[in-house]
């Protein structure tokens, strides 16, 4: 999956066509940070200043089997806005930053002894 996704139909559009890999798979999301962002005080200072809200977190997937399985790790950070219509926060912005594979042991040997 790449790009952005934008608006309720391209993300029910996007869950529908992960539908497939995701069967069997779980994710674990841990180690989450709530920071203040710029806009976060904004309330009671200015009324056209925006409240908002920034939420970092590491993401593990894995394939649910015995033993499980490693798929992909990395930090999803999340930056919040304040809806004050519906008095609640709304995402702004998701990002995934995947990390790199893991090289197999054997590989990992082999990058060592080159360096």
Same mark, same amino acid.
């Given at each position: ?10 993300? +029910? @559009?996007? /869950? +529908? ?11 674990? *999301?841990?180690?989450? /940070? /709530? ?7 904004? %309330? ?7 409240? *908002?809200? =920034?939420? @970092? ?12 399985? +490693?798929?992909? *790790?990395? *930090?999803?950070?999340?930056?919040? +806005? ?5 008095? =609640?926060?709304?995402?702004?912005? =998701? ?11 054997? %590989? ?8």
């Amino acid at each position: 999956m790449q790009g952005m996704v934008k608006g309720p139909e391209q993300l +029910v @559009s996007t /869950f +529908v066509s992960c539908q497939p890999l995701a069967r069997g798979n779980r994710h674990l *999301t841990h180690n989450m /940070f /709530f920071h203040d962002a710029p806009g976060a005080a904004a %309330a009671g200072a200015a009324p056209a200043a925006a409240r *908002t809200a =920034r939420a @970092s977190s590491y993401r593990l997937l894995h394939r649910a089997s015995n033993p499980p399985a +490693v798929l992909a *790790t990395g *930090t999803i950070e999340d930056d919040f +806005v304040w809806s004050e219509e519906g008095r =609640r926060w709304q995402f702004l912005r =998701r990002q995934f930053v995947m990390d790199p594979p893991a090289m197999a042991p054997e %590989a990992q040997q082999r990058a060592l002894q080159q360096q």
